[in-house]
């Protein structure tokens, strides 16, 4: 949550930051990466009872090792998109770098939108937790 709301209020100017600070931060994993990158075939589950609960939509238990697993991957599977984006937009002779604010702001929206279109293969993962 701190990261986000840092996000939100350097987006909107309310507090003076650099960019390059942005990019310390990690995208804001909370239920909707996940649930892109599965059904974008970003990532895949293995475990196949982990697979099954979020197919089910049962919960998942806060702090349990699939829940970290999920996230960790979103965030690593975000700071690779990023790379690539900046990299092609590098190739393009694109000056413009994307910071991962601003590639979590686009992904989530992304997820949102594909969702509310019932675009996705995948529901996403039911956690209860304070921390997102």
């Known amino acids: 949550r701190p990261q986000l709301c840092a996000s939100m209020l350097a987006a909107d100017d309310l507090i003076p930051v650099d960019k390059d600070s942005m990019n310390n931060l990690t995208v804001f994993s909370d239920y909707r990466l996940p649930?892109?990158?599965?059904?974008?075939?970003?990532?895949?589950?293995?475990?196949t009872e982990?697979?099954?609960?979020?197919?089910?939509?049962?919960?998942?238990?806060?702090?349990?090792?699939?829940?970290?697993?999920?996230?960790?991957?979103?965030?690593?599977?975000?700071e690779r998109v990023c790379q690539i984006v900046n990299e092609?937009?590098?190739?393009?002779?694109?000056?413009a770098k994307s910071s991962i604010a601003d590639i979590?702001?686009?992904?989530?929206?992304?997820?949102?939108?594909?969702?509310?279109?019932?675009?996705l293969s995948y529901p996403f993962h039911r956690t209860?937790?304070?921390?997102?």
């Open 104 to 119: 979590d702001y686009f992904l989530w929206r992304t997820c949102v939108k594909l969702d509310n279109e019932d675009r």
């Open 35 to 47: 649930q892109l990158f599965l059904s974008m075939g970003i990532l895949k589950l293995i475990d």
């Open 50 to 78: 982990l697979e099954n609960s979020i197919r089910r939509q049962a919960f998942i238990e806060a702090g349990s090792k699939e829940e970290i697993a999920l996230r960790a991957a979103s965030v690593l599977a975000a």
């Open 128 to 132: 209860r937790t304070f921390c997102y």
């Open 88 to 95: 092609r937009g590098a190739e393009q002779g694109d000056g």
